[in-house]
């Protein structure tokens, strides 16, 4: 039998069309506010399901609008996705990681791209859950440092590669 308040959720998501994730509300803290953790480019939820690609965007300007807009539209084709499943999130939240987990619990992601302005730079995947995740520059940062776009693509291509 299915959790009463996760059918809630999930029609508040779904049918309503919340594009904002909030963590729980401390039931030993009931005063802690709520935080917002991550939201949509749409504004709204596609049907929680397993994804092949989940982008998580922390940046100083949204992934979702003007120049970062795109430059992340060209990034995105170059990659040459195709029917690849993606799902795009945008957050401010500091602990990237922990908002990663919060998806995956309900976007299950063959692959992770973690788009910051500082990455934690690794030239290997490391593994959150059941995703192989990798760290990268944020559009955004590329636009006010483009020498950084080499590196960008190398990693783009990591993850083009884990994708088959």
């Known amino acids: 039998m299915s959790d009463p308040r996760t059918n809630y959720f999930q029609y508040v998501r779904d049918v309503l ?16 506010e709520l935080e917002q953790r991550a939201v949509t480019q749409t504004g709204h939820w596609p049907p929680p399901g397993e994804v092949d690609l989940l982008v998580l965007h922390r940046g100083g300007e949204s992934l979702f609008e ?11 084709g170059a990659m040459n996705l195709g029917t690849a499943r993606l799902l795009e999130v945008e957050t401010q939240h500091e602990d990237m990681d922990g908002v ?65």
């Open 17 to 32: 069309g919340a594009g904002t994730v909030l963590r729980a509300r401390d039931v030993e803290n009931p005063e802690v």
């Open 66 to 76: 003007g120049a970062v807009a795109e430059l992340w539209a060209k990034m995105r």
């Open 100 to 164: 990663l987990l919060d998806l995956l619990s309900s976007y299950p992601a063959k692959v992770s791209l973690l788009l910051s302005e500082a990455p934690n730079r690794s030239v290997d995947l490391r593994v959150i859950g059941s995703s192989k995740v990798l760290e990268s520059f944020s559009p955004s940062r590329l636009v006010s440092a483009p020498d950084l776009k080499k590196q960008a693509w190398t990693d783009l291509q990591i993850v083009m590669r884990s994708l088959t």
